[in-house]
């Protein structure tokens, strides 16, 4: 499984894009990518999942570049409600299989 | 309402006691699976399971047992458990969305071990 590597920690302010990026040097042909949202004390939430180019949904973007070995999921206009841990995910199956989250990346928005 | 139950939602016990925490979908996923989560450590994987009566360890299974016999439920079992195993513990249900899987997660259980 490709390892992953976030930023520890961002801040931002409302209003703001915010861009997380994460490393996945080691990511095979067939991995693909998930991310994910978790609030204190409440299990993680799917955002958006993609294998490669551009992907968007109601509520983020994800971009992963050619060679795949990063991506980066783009938040437009974020709140004090966005304040949470964003987690990068590379899976190897597209069935599901093992799975293992990086340490995440605690983004703080103040106002 | 699609969701992932678990219970109970907390839980103290004693060292080497059995326990059992239970995990139910109501969205007939193929895929389950158990997670711990302990402070600077992350999520961490415990067992997962892609069908009924097909389970496989994660990256932490040490102490625990999970069952698959039916398809909406996927319980954790502490034969004997350990002040070790004090955590926070996730299920986790997935269907299979665009290129991967898509994970929906249940509230918690967070476990205290005397």
């Known amino acids: 499984l490709a390892k992953t590597t976030q930023p520890i920690s961002m801040d931002s302010y409302e209003g703001q894009e915010v861009n997380i990026t994460c490393s996945h040097n080691?990511?095979?042909?067939?991995?693909?990518i998930t991310w994910y949202q978790q609030f204190p004390s409440q299990g993680p939430r799917f955002i958006i999942q993609g294998y490669k180019t551009k992907v968007t949904n109601e509520v983020a973007s994800l971009f992963i570049p050619a060679d795949r070995k990063s991506s980066t999921l783009s938040l437009p206009r974020v709140s004090l409600s966005d304040t949470a841990v964003y987690y990068c995910?590379?899976?190897?199956?597209?069935?599901?299989?093992?799975?293992?989250f990086g340490q995440g990346t605690e983004l703080s928005v103040k106002p | 309402e699609a969701q992932v139950t678990q219970n109970p939602r907390y839980l103290i016990t004693v060292t080497g006691k059995k326990l059992t925490v239970t995990c139910s979908q109501n969205m007939n996923h193929e895929y389950m699976s158990w997670y711990r989560q302990d402070p600077g450590l992350g999520l961490r994987q415990i067992y997962y399971?892609?069908?009924?009566?097909?389970?496989d360890k994660g990256d932490v299974p040490e102490g625990y047992k999970v069952s698959r016999k039916e398809k909406r439920n996927f319980p954790l079992i502490l034969e004997s458990p350990s002040p070790n195993q004090t955590s926070l513990y996730f299920c986790?249900?997935?269907?299979?969305?665009?290129?991967?899987?898509?994970?929906?997660f249940g509230p918690g259980t967070r476990l205290t071990v005397t």
């Open positions: 399971s892609m069908n009924v009566e097909v389970t």
């Open positions: 995910l590379v899976g190897e199956d597209n069935q599901g299989g093992k799975l293992i």
């Open positions: 986790a249900s997935g269907r299979i969305a665009g290129p991967g899987l898509e994970q929906y």
């Open positions: 080691n990511i095979a042909t067939n991995d693909y």
